[in-house]
Each structure stands twice: as C-alpha cells, then as structure tokens.
C-alpha cells in the first residue's frame, strides 16, 4: 500500500510558469523527500525536508511542510522543456520509503 | 561507481522461469534497498539490508521472492517461478545508515521484468 497520495495527477503548463503540487500522507514521518522519474525508469533525488523543517529551497524548487496536516507541497519555478517528468513524494519512517503515485507535469513549449 | 547499477536493463522472460537480478551499490554505501513500480503507481518497498543481513523483508509479496548481499555489496533478487503479475520496473537503491542522519536514497535506473 501506498502512504503518500499526489494531487494532481496529471498537470501540464506552459514553459516559463509554475508548477505546484501536493502530496497527503497518513503517519508520522522522519523527512520527507520529492523524487523525479524520467520514462519511469530511474529515480532522482530532488530534495528532503525533515520534520522539524516548514520550508527549504534548491534551485527552482520550493517545498513546504506542514506535518500537522501531514502535507507538502512542490513548486517549480519558470519550468523548463525539460522539467516535464514524472514526480513522487516519499515519506520516510526509519529506512523505509513510502512513495505515492506521483504527478505527471507536462512542460509545453 | 559513480552510482547505483543495475543489470539487466530489461528482462522477457516466461512464466514459470526463474530470473536473477542484480544490483552494485555505490561505493561505502551499507544499506541497500529493493523496490517494485508497477505502470502508473509509485515505487513499493521489497527489503532493506543494513550490510550483509536482510533487516527488512516485509516487502516481499510471498515465498517465491528472495534477495541475498553475500559480502556486504552487490545484491541479488531471485523470483521463482515468474508469474505475469511479476512484470514490472525492479529498482534498487543505495544510501549511508540511515541512522547517522537524514539519508538519501539513491535509486539505479531499474530492471523491466516482462513474464510473457
């Protein structure tokens, strides 16, 4: 069974705008991590947020927290052509991964 | 290595065989994960080792699947007689204790397992 639960499932915008999008998840949580997936093979490791943390950025990408909604967000900034992936949330309780089923952003040119 | 390996790429097999699949951690990492993605759903976990001993096996969905990390370094995934419901992308991940802080996982590009 999957913990995390991506909203929306599928989202596709113009190059150049924003893309957010959230991710639910049911028990307590150590950190929780974003993940690209490119032609669902390989998993990239975007960025970790830990518990104690509401908000962290890496580049374009801007994630928040909120752990008494058991809530997250992503959002990428002035997406590019080559943002249009697959993205996962994962929540980590010890050393185990619980993924969702992901958002599929689609970048248009 | 620069990262986490996996061989095959892609595997066809039919059912009823049984199929190996192995995974290079990268280089000082101890712990080793298996996962399983089907079309259109997030990665599942399968097992967890913490050197050479699988810590966590929960994952595995019943006796026909097995792994093994002899020397502490590369795994394996063994499936016996392959059923189709076993075609999916097997990945394998790689990070420092968990324990010792915040660790990220690092994923291999996976194995698409297809039982005809």
């Known amino acids: 069974s999957q913990q995390g639960e991506e909203d929306p499932q599928a989202l596709s915008i113009q190059e150049g705008e924003n893309a957010t999008m959230n991710c639910s998840y049911k028990t307590s949580i150590n950190n929780l991590q974003w993940y690209r997936q490119n032609s669902g093979r390989g998993l990239v490791h975007l960025i970790l947020i830990r518990s104690n943390e509401r908000e962290k950025h890496s580049g374009r990408l801007r994630v928040t927290l909120d752990t008494s909604k058991k809530s997250s967000s992503l959002l990428i900034t002035a997406s590019r052509a080559a943002d249009t992936a697959s993205y996962f949330c994962?929540?980590?309780?010890?050393?185990?991964?619980?993924f969702g089923a992901g958002t599929t952003v689609t970048v248009r040119a | 290595g620069a990262g986490v390996s996996q061989t095959p790429s892609n595997k066809v097999t039919e059912k009823g065989k049984y199929v190996e699949l192995r995974c290079d951690p990268i280089s000082g990492h101890t712990a080793l994960y298996w996962y399983r993605q089907s079309l259109g759903q997030g990665p599942e976990f399968l097992i967890y080792f913490q050197g050479t001993g699988a810590a966590d096996d929960s994952g595995l969905p019943n006796d026909r699947f097995f792994a093994v990390r002899p020397e502490g370094s590369v795994s394996t995934l063994k499936i016996q007689r392959t059923e189709r419901g076993d075609s999916a992308v097997y990945l394998c991940a790689s990070s420092l204790k968990w324990w010792e802080k915040p660790s990220t996982q690092y994923f291999g590009p996976g194995t698409r397992l297809t039982v005809l």
């Open positions: 994962a929540t980590a309780h010890d050393y185990k991964l619980s």
